[in-house]
């Protein structure tokens, strides 16, 4: 299994992106907004990876985030679903979106994805929306998909810090969502004692009322959702 590919960029196809490593391309499928985030080029880029093996195929998908293979798994496992659905999803919402609309059942919005009818985006909810809990638990760990540019040569190989490399790129990142403060705030709600779906369900409500907000801020947000009415 191949969990992740450091190199250069060769080049950038509509879907795809070709990951030159020590003299090998290899050929990586990515969503919409990975793509629009890779870095130019001859540039240092490294991606999480999913290896799809069927009789006729092998392709390989890559993602930006842990997080948005996570999604991917699990958006796979979903009856109906197949990888080509899976990236539109989340090229239309990205992960941290996808993740919330998933736990506030919001099939409307995964159904916005091209190639997902209303019975497709029902089912991905309902089947997907106990396990959106441990999913969010990602963004407090997630590391950076890019590595930092002393530390990758025009081969793609790794080098030394104290070696300079012969040219220094300079990968772009992907934009950073604020995954880590919803994982930080559902960790709260679950230690103050709300289960785990009632928990990810205000976590996300509040991440989408208040995109920008911090732990403490999601935390207080979450808590007004989640007192007894009345």
Known sequence: MIGKLTGIVDYIGADHVMIDVRGVGYIVHVSERT???????????????DLL??????????FASLLEKEWYRLL???????????????GTLGAEATG???????????????????????????????KAP??????????????????VGDSGEVIEAATPP???????PAPKANAS??????????????????AVGAVAQSAQDAPD????????????????KG
């Open 76 to 90: 796979i496992s979903v009856q109906g679903i197949g990888a080509k659905a899976a990236m539109a999803i989340l």
């Open 213 to 228: 907000a911090d732990t403490a801020t999601l935390i207080r947000a979450a808590l007004k959702l989640l007192a007894p």
């Open 166 to 172: 012969a040219r220094k790129p300079t990968p772009k």
């Open 134 to 151: 441990a999913a969010m638990a990602l963004g407090g760990s997630l590391a950076d998909a890019v590595l930092d540019t002393d530390d």
């Open 35 to 49: 793509r629009m985030a890779l870095p130019q080029r001859g540039e240092a880029i490294s991606l999480y990876t």
């Open 53 to 62: 093996v069927r009789e006729d195929l092998m392709q390989l998908f890559g």
């Open 100 to 130: 919330r609309a998933i736990a506030l059942g919001d099939w409307n919005a995964i159904k916005a994805a091209p190639g997902v009818g209303p019975k497709t985006a029902q089912r991905v909810t309902m089947e997907l929306k106990d």
């Open 181 to 198: 403060a919803e994982a930080e705030a559902l960790s709260a709600l679950q230690n103050l004692g709300y289960s785990p779906s009632d």
